[in-house]
């Protein structure tokens, strides 16, 4: 068998901690971050090993915690043996298997796949070494499809099936996009976080039409009361409906409660630009649509007017979303977007009965 080894760098694990330290610092001393990226708030609190266990936490920590565990390769290993599990009769996708014997916590051995890469971006290398080739997008409009109705398949599968999904660190993110755009506003940058997710983890193989997984470093759980409210959310966002998204974001906590009406209007406003490709029956065409401008307007007044940090699942989480919409647009793809998403609701088995107003019809 062929194997792809992934090798640790020397010292990358041991340097996390300061070099996150060292660019707030330089954020701080440029005064380039917005109030409402809290980012202060963030930093003063402690290294925390457990995700869930804190209340409203923030970027940076989420950012090294995401980080310290993308350095740990026995554990990825742990994730991707999991995930290819969770994976292994759903068609179209495919999880390569791990090398135990050639793998510890600074080496990862797996199978080796091939397929055509959406974007190659390595993280080690995360300024250097970037290239935005879509050669999916070359294809013929059925196949582009095909890969963005299985992408948007994946994204929905991982979450409200699955609450376990594969993600890329925050804070590479966030840094990505200020070197790349240094020249712009940065409430621009920061509105734009979320919808760069590393598409180089997904390799399509044209010929057996299978897109092969990899890189689960930044995988991660999600608590089923999260989710049950975050589907609540969702369907609310397709069905235009304005109180649901403002109850069920009270309660996942993107919203307190005080905020001003301004707030509440792009908060709701965004909620609908992302519940559109499952607002309308049949096929949503990603070839003509605004939604990465539109995201980006609304953002920079909610990191004016935001009460509270966003809860710490949601940042991989949208960022994987808002992915899978990206894909779409860039593959021009077509797809059932709401079809999909009715048929993961009347599937999933909620903890307790409540329902919205607007699911009941949805």
Same mark, same amino acid.
């Given at each position: 068998?062929?194997?792809?080894?992934?090798?640790?760098?020397?010292?990358?694990? &041991?340097?996390?901690?300061? &070099?996150?330290?060292?660019?707030?610092?330089?954020?701080?001393?440029?005064?380039?971050?917005?109030?409402?990226?809290?980012?202060?708030?963030?930093? !003063? *609190? /402690?290294?925390?090993?457990?995700?869930?266990?804190?209340?409203?936490?923030?970027?940076?920590?989420?950012? !090294?915690?995401?980080?310290?565990?993308?350095?740990?390769?026995?554990?990825?290993?742990?994730?991707?043996? %999991?995930?290819?599990?969770?994976?292994?009769?759903?068609?179209?996708?495919?999880?390569?298997?791990?090398? @135990?014997? =050639?793998?510890?916590?600074?080496?990862?051995?797996?199978?080796?796949?091939?397929?055509?890469?959406?974007?190659?971006? &390595?993280?080690?290398?995360?300024?250097?070494?970037?290239?935005?080739?879509? !050669?999916?997008? =070359?294809?013929?409009?059925?196949?582009?499809?095909?890969?963005?109705?299985?992408?948007?398949?994946?994204?929905?599968?991982?979450?409200?099936?699955?609450?376990?999904?594969?993600?890329?660190?925050?804070?590479?993110?966030?840094?990505?996009?200020?070197?790349?755009?240094?020249?712009?506003?940065?409430?621009?940058?920061? #509105?734009?976080?979320?919808?760069?997710?590393?598409? *180089?983890?997904?390799?399509?193989?044209?010929?057996?039409?299978?897109?092969?997984?990899?890189?689960?470093?930044? +995988?991660?759980?999600?608590?089923?009361?999260?989710?049950?409210?975050?589907?609540?959310?969702?369907?609310?966002?397709?069905?235009?409906?304005?109180?649901?998204?403002?109850?069920?974001?009270? %309660?996942?906590?993107?919203?307190?409660?005080?905020?001003?009406?301004?707030?509440?209007? +792009?908060?709701?406003?965004?909620?609908?630009?992302?519940?559109?490709?499952? /607002?309308? #029956?049949?096929?949503?065409?990603?070839?003509?649509?605004?939604?990465?401008?539109?995201?980006?307007?609304?953002?920079?007044?909610?990191? !004016?007017?935001? =009460?509270?940090?966003?809860?710490?699942? #949601?940042?991989?989480?949208?960022? @994987?979303? /808002?992915?899978?919409?990206? +894909?779409?647009? @860039?593959?021009?793809?077509?797809?059932?977007? %709401?079809?999909?998403?009715?048929?993961?609701?009347?599937?999933?088995?909620?903890?307790?009965?409540?329902?919205?107003?607007?699911?009941?019809?949805?």
């Amino acid at each position: 068998m062929r194997v792809a080894m992934k090798i640790q760098y020397p010292g990358v694990a &041991d340097s996390i901690e300061s &070099d996150i330290e060292n660019v707030k610092l330089l954020l701080d001393y440029t005064n380039l971050i917005p109030k409402g990226l809290f980012l202060d708030r963030a930093i !003063k *609190g /402690s290294f925390c090993k457990n995700l869930f266990a804190r209340g409203a936490a923030n970027l940076p920590i989420v950012a !090294k915690e995401e980080l310290s565990r993308e350095c740990d390769y026995e554990l990825e290993a742990g994730n991707q043996i %999991r995930f290819r599990n969770l994976i292994s009769d759903r068609e179209g996708f495919f999880v390569p298997s791990v090398v @135990k014997e =050639l793998s510890s916590k600074k080496v990862l051995s797996t199978e080796l796949v091939s397929g055509t890469s959406f974007i190659l971006f &390595d993280v080690f290398l995360m300024f250097t070494f970037c290239i935005t080739i879509d !050669k999916v997008a =070359l294809l013929d409009q059925e196949t582009r499809n095909y890969v963005g109705k299985k992408l948007l398949e994946l994204t929905l599968m991982e979450l409200f099936i699955f609450r376990f999904m594969q993600a890329i660190s925050s804070f590479i993110c966030i840094l990505f996009l200020f070197f790349q755009e240094k020249q712009r506003k940065f409430t621009h940058v920061l #509105a734009s976080v979320q919808t760069d997710p590393n598409w *180089g983890n997904y390799l399509y193989d044209e010929e057996s039409r299978v897109i092969n997984l990899i890189d689960f470093g930044a +995988a991660r759980d999600y608590p089923k009361t999260f989710v049950d409210d975050y589907l609540r959310m969702v369907i609310a966002c397709a069905n235009c409906d304005r109180d649901g998204i403002i109850q069920m974001s009270r %309660r996942l906590g993107f919203l307190t409660g005080e905020e001003t009406e301004i707030m509440l209007d +792009a908060h709701v406003q965004a909620g609908f630009v992302v519940g559109l490709p499952f /607002s309308k #029956a049949g096929g949503y065409d990603f070839r003509a649509n605004n939604i990465t401008h539109s995201i980006s307007n609304l953002g920079a007044t909610m990191l !004016k007017h935001r =009460l509270t940090p966003p809860p710490d699942e #949601a940042y991989s989480l949208h960022r @994987k979303l /808002s992915g899978a919409f990206l +894909a779409c647009i @860039k593959l021009g793809a077509i797809v059932p977007c %709401r079809e999909m998403l009715l048929e993961v609701y009347e599937r999933y088995k909620f903890e307790d009965t409540e329902q919205l107003a607007s699911s009941s019809t949805f």
